[in-house]
């Protein structure tokens, strides 16, 4: 139980156009969901939190006009960067919370979207 | 603020053996949460064990082991018997405390690259 898929996999685009990375929680509700972006061989950084059906909560410094992120539903999130530039090329990694016991403990992680802006 | 720090970017273990990954947090929250996660080169997050702060006895999952020392602040993973799996990054993260209005958010340490030698 508790997975978390993220589509797609991996992603090419040209710089200046736009890309969406959805986030999906397959067998639980997902309360709060989060997104990180994680550079080559550094850590985890979160970029922001998103409850559903509310506007996402996004960490200092990060640009909310460039990374959309859109929670419709308990069970998927979404997030969009607009018109993407090479250094936003990065691993993208979501997490979801659920609503009760261990589920709400834990994050649960995607697998993560490698973005690679050409 | 919260604070992450893993102090060993990369450690080797001999197969069988047991390693120490260390950690060391900071914060002035009473109640948080502690995690080790470990990353494989497939970029994937996998949840290993939790400690909370209120809990009496060291977390064990397994092989794996947290070496809980709240005065100290130090949260140390202990896998035992290494195995050429275990090699991978090592991410300890800390998550503040469950009360209205947390945003139960993880902050990550930098990482330790763990490689274990057959």
Redesign the interface.
């Known amino acids: 139980g508790a997975v978390v898929s993220q589509h797609p996999s991996w992603v090419i685009c040209k710089s200046g156009t736009s890309v969406k990375i959805e986030c999906r929680s397959l067998d639980f509700q997902a309360t709060?969901m989060?997104w990180y972006r994680?550079f080559p061989k550094?850590?985890?950084?979160?970029m922001a939190?998103s409850n559903e059906g509310s506007k996402a909560?996004y960490e200092q410094g990060v640009e909310k006009d460039k990374f959309l992120i859109n929670h419709a539903s308990l069970t998927l999130s979404t997030l969009t960067v607009t018109s993407a530039h090479p250094e936003d090329s990065s691993?993208y990694?979501c997490?979801a919370?659920g609503t009760s016991g261990r589920l709400?403990?834990?994050?649960?992680?995607g697998?993560?979207t490698?973005l690679t802006v050409t | 603020a919260q604070k992450i720090t893993q102090t060993q970017p990369g450690m080797f273990v001999q197969e069988k053996e047991a390693v120490t990954l260390d950690c060391t947090y900071d914060t002035s929250d009473p109640s948080y949460?502690l995690?080790w996660?470990k990353q494989p080169s497939?970029?994937?997050?996998i949840?290993l064990i939790?400690q909370g702060s209120y809990d009496q006895q060291n977390a064990t999952e397994g092989r794996y082991s947290l070496n809980f020392q709240k005065a100290r602040k130090s949260a140390n993973l202990v896998i035992s018997a290494s195995q050429l799996g275990d090699s991978a990054m090592y991410?300890c993260a800390m998550?503040e405390g469950?009360r209205l209005g947390s945003?139960?958010?993880?902050?990550?340490?930098?990482?330790t690259r763990l490689l274990v030698r057959p």
Do not use: A, C, D
Request: no cysteine; aromatic share 24%; net charge positive.
């Open positions: 709060t989060f994680q550094q850590s985890l950084m979160l939190t909560t691993f990694i997490s919370r709400s403990v834990e994050q649960y992680f697998p993560g490698r | 949460g995690f996660y497939s970029g994937e997050m949840f939790y991410f998550r469950r945003s139960y958010k993880l902050i990550f340490g930098s990482g």
